[in-house]
């Protein structure tokens, strides 16, 4: 299978409708409609149900949409990879390194201040992610390295590090009844019915049903809390950004959050194994 068929079978498998996926491709309708006729003939599978008024995916085409969307952004990470090492050859390339916006924070600046005193240190370029986003960019290529977080984040394929395993803590608003105890159990923190947990967006940028609150980033979710209209559990380092109108009370029986640094397992880049040395000797 050709990329430009991947690209062609992609498009119509998410609009269901040819016209719109050949206007999103810039290209006629018959022509695509062939593409994927022949696709179907080269694999002997047919990938959608046509009729006059519907195209519906088949059990096939649900396979073939997972694996190209794979494939596509295998293709695009590559293209990203070579041209960030032909810019590393030149000396003309930093490292991208990508982390969840607000979390890590006294790790982040440490690591950044131990790389920066290294002799053949380059530039780091920081991207401060959304939910999930670091990830996503590590994966792409658009990242060189990222900061990711366990159980949250999924390690699965990449080379990573432990930096730092740590309990969590459940952030709620300055004078709230639990704030006075030593310590709060999980099943007590999903009982609160004036204090939901928040609603993050998934990998597609949907929000999943719920009573909470959506949130978009860490600022956004604090000041959710401080006006009692949410609360958080988070790993115990978040501590350190607190306002004063908000207070941290231990959940001993939520899961441990271990932090790692993660790079592609194929990288050759001396600036992130000396990235990943001085994140190690923290």
Request: aromatic fraction near 4%; include cysteine.
């Amino acid at each position: 299978m050709e990329t430009r068929e991947l690209r062609y079978f992609v498009a119509v498998a998410e609009e269901l409708h040819f016209g719109r996926a050949a206007q999103r491709l810039g290209i006629a309708q018959p022509p695509l409609s062939r593409a994927i006729r022949q696709l179907e003939r080269r694999l002997g599978a047919v990938l959608l149900e046509r009729t006059s008024r519907t195209v519906v995916l088949t059990e096939a085409g649900s396979v073939l949409l997972r694996e190209a969307r794979a494939a596509l952004d295998a293709v695009e990470a590559a293209e990203r990879r070579t041209r960030r090492a032909a810019l590393a050859a030149t000396g003309h390339a930093g490292v991208v390194l990508a982390t969840k916006a607000g979390a890590s924070s006294e790790l982040l600046a440490k690591l950044l201040d131990a790389y920066a005193a290294e002799t053949d240190a380059v530039t780091v370029d920081l991207v401060l992610c959304g939910p999930a986003e670091q990830e996503r960019l590590l994966r792409n290529g658009q990242a060189d390295v990222a900061l990711l977080h366990r159980p949250f984040d999924s390690t699965a394929g990449l080379d990573t590090e432990v930096l730092r395993t740590e309990g969590q803590v459940v952030i709620l608003p300055a004078g709230h009844p639990l704030t006075t105890r030593s310590h709060v159990r999980v099943a007590e923190v999903s009982d609160l019915p004036d204090l939901p947990m928040p609603r993050w967006p998934g990998r597609d940028g949907t929000y999943p049903d719920g009573p909470g609150p959506r949130a978009r980033d860490h600022a956004q979710l604090l000041q959710l809390i401080a006006l009692g209209r949410a609360c958080w559990i988070a790993p115990e380092s978040c501590r350190a950004q607190l306002r004063d109108d908000l207070v941290a009370v231990p959940v001993p029986d939520a899961p441990t959050v271990t932090t790692v640094i993660a790079w592609p397992p194929h990288s050759r880049s001396r600036a992130v194994a000396g990235l990943v040395r001085a994140a190690t000797r923290l």
